[in-house]
């Protein structure tokens, strides 16, 4: 929803901007002769990812957020702009499409720049496109550290929170079964098993038509060891089974991070790159109009 503003009175908030704020008052008019003024209501969308890059934008007021979807299909912010703050420059730069999807949090009012103005604008105030650039670069450091942040999951405690009461048995008695305090009960409830076996057949010998309790042998006492073991095996291997899992989702997610900071740190390069060679494209230009300005005034008549 564009907003009806006179010259004057759009060159003053202009002024007001942190970007523009070297600029004359004469360049100011000039500049918001091309300038239009946006209002956004609260939770509207001012462009899609994706969407060619048409324009930049600078905010007067209210408050742009900057979002992108990731690979679990959710929102994650990039960065959250307050007046004074310029978003889109991107795509305006190389005539690509949108990196980010921009919403206003708030009531928001922008200012609207062209492409074409905006690239006519860094070509006669090479000074100012050095902030920008500037600003570029620390917004790619910010957006590396998030996605990177992003990238690094914490695997334990996602499975933990997805473990069901099975599982937690089984890694506990995984862990009690593989412990030397299990290993110490164990001897000892064999010792004593050892022990009341032996009490029992010296005082009080056979039983009924000669039977014992657990005569050597001792098949009820290897039952019981054997059943144990039959046991506690499974039980063990469900547990190792999630370890592994658990081992494989932590070298996925390595991997995602590493591949991840791969990609920003061409992305970055190839940027620098871009950015470089529009540095020399603005400082040729500062020169030629320099050489321009050397011969007319060479040329000039003398009085």
Not at 40 to 56: C, M, S, T, V
Not at 152 to 176: H, P, Y
Not at 238 to 249: I, P, T, V
Not at 293 to 300: E, L, N, P, R
Request: charge should be negative.
């Amino acid at each position: 929803m564009s907003t009806e503003l006179t010259l004057s009175d759009e060159a003053q908030h202009l002024a007001s901007i942190p970007i523009f704020k070297r600029l004359e008052p004469s360049e100011l008019e000039q500049l918001a002769e091309h300038v239009d003024q946006v209002a956004f209501k609260a939770d509207e969308i001012i462009f899609h990812e994706r969407d060619q890059g048409d324009a930049l934008y600078v905010v007067e007021d209210g408050s742009i957020r900057l979002w992108v979807v990731d690979e679990d299909v959710q929102p994650v912010t990039l960065a959250e702009l307050k007046p004074g703050d310029f978003f889109g420059e991107m795509a305006v730069l190389d005539r690509g499409e949108r990196s980010t999807s921009a919403t206003a949090i708030v009531d928001s009012t922008v200012h609207r720049l062209s492409s074409e103005d905006f690239q006519t604008f860094l070509m006669q105030h090479p000074d100012i496109a050095i902030d920008v650039i500037c600003e570029v670069g620390a917004r790619l450091r910010r957006t590396n550290q998030i996605v990177s942040q992003r990238a690094s999951r914490n695997i334990n405690k996602e499975m933990e929170e997805k473990m069901t009461l099975g599982q937690k048995v089984a890694d506990r008695v995984a862990s009690f079964g593989g412990s030397w305090t299990f290993i110490f009960i164990y001897c000892t409830f064999l010792l004593i098993w050892i022990l009341v076996n032996t009490f029992l057949l010296v005082h009080l010998g056979r039983g009924e038509e000669g039977a014992q309790f657990d005569p050597y042998p001792y098949i009820l006492l290897n039952l019981m060891l054997s059943m144990t073991a039959a046991l506690q095996a499974p039980i063990i291997m469900m547990s190792q089974n999630r370890a592994g899992e658990k081992d494989r989702l932590a070298a996925e997610n390595d991997f995602k991070v590493n591949l991840k900071s791969e990609l920003m740190l061409e992305e970055l390069i190839r940027k620098n790159t871009a950015r470089d060679a529009q540095i020399a494209h603005l400082t040729s230009l500062v020169e030629s109009l320099r050489a321009s300005g050397s011969g007319d005034g060479q040329g000039a008549p003398t009085s």
